[in-house]
């Protein structure tokens, strides 16, 4: 495996990087993942997938490029997807000088607040060279009752109060944070049901930056994923997304945890990335 880290944008002083997997010999001429981290916008880092998952799409001729972007509530959402964009639009325009590969066709995926940004962008950033959508366990719409109101699932775990969240607050932008560096603020947010308070600038921003029906009904090829026992996200937004999207395909995996697939000793866990594979295989042969 080869890894070949970039800068597509500086924030201040933060550089926003990229890092590209590709075959140790030669790059595919076969499309580009372009991934999007999870961490409720929160924290996590752009290098989060497992490496068995990194050598399986290489080994089946995808290259990988995993992007960051810059963390709420240092910045708002409006701020990432503006970064966001500009990642695009830097692989379209650099693929073959910097990444020394043969086509800029992409499939975006994200993995629960990143298959959220995954779906915005294929939406509303839309480029003929993407050829469909990855989303695992996420959602399209802000205005979901689940994610505006105290959940019952994070009442079970101790409580951040609102003050000691806002004390947790950097003075200035980043792009990665660990679990333990982060969660507290996302556990708060979840708990008193204003985690979108530390994402957005205003209340209307939330149907502002949610997919409206048509937005839907445009979009490309999608896989989609969700366990029907998530705990953080619930299974109904990836099954009305799959109802409403015309070219959807939907796993749906039992009784397993939200990030079912950070742990491939489950079975479902790594077919399921067999199954995008196979997915992706037939999208890239129409």
């Not at 079970?156 to 944070?177: G, Y």
């Not at 489950?266 to 890239?284: D, R």
């Amino acid at each position: 495996m080869k890894k070949q880290v970039v800068q597509y944008a500086q924030l201040d002083q933060l550089n926003l990087c990229m890092t590209f997997y590709s075959q140790q010999i030669f790059s595919s001429a076969k499309a580009t993942i372009l991934y999007l981290h999870g961490g409720g916008l929160l924290y996590g880092n752009r290098d989060d997938l497992p490496t068995e998952v990194i050598e399986l799409f290489l080994k089946n001729g995808y290259n990988l490029l995993t992007i960051d972007y810059p963390l709420a509530p240092e910045v708002k959402l409006p701020t990432i997807y503006a970064f966001l964009e500009q990642a695009i639009d830097w692989f379209q325009a650099n693929y073959q000088k910097q990444l020394k590969i043969k086509t800029s066709d992409y499939f975006l995926f994200g993995r629960s607040a990143g298959g959220y940004l995954a779906y915005l962008l294929s939406a509303r950033h839309r480029c003929h060279k993407q050829k469909g959508l990855i989303s695992f366990y996420s959602y399209y719409e802000l205005t979901l009752p689940e994610l505006n109101q105290p959940s019952p699932y994070y009442q079970k775990f101790s409580k951040v109060s609102p003050l000691e969240a806002q004390a947790l607050i950097r003075s200035a932008p980043f792009t990665a944070a660990s679990i333990n560096e982060g969660f507290s603020l996302y556990l708060s947010g979840r708990q008193f049901g204003n985690w979108l308070n530390y994402c957005l600038a205003s209340i209307p921003e939330k149907r502002n930056f949610s997919l409206t029906e048509n937005e839907l009904l445009d979009l490309p090829p999608t896989f989609l994923t969700h366990s029907v026992a998530d705990q953080d996200i619930p299974v109904h937004s990836s099954r009305n997304a799959a109802r409403k999207i015309p070219f959807a395909t939907y796993k749906e995996i039992e009784k397993l945890p939200h990030d079912f697939d950070n742990n491939l000793a489950h079975p479902e866990s790594l077919q399921l990335y067999h199954n995008v594979i196979c997915w992706m295989n037939g999208v890239q042969s129409l």
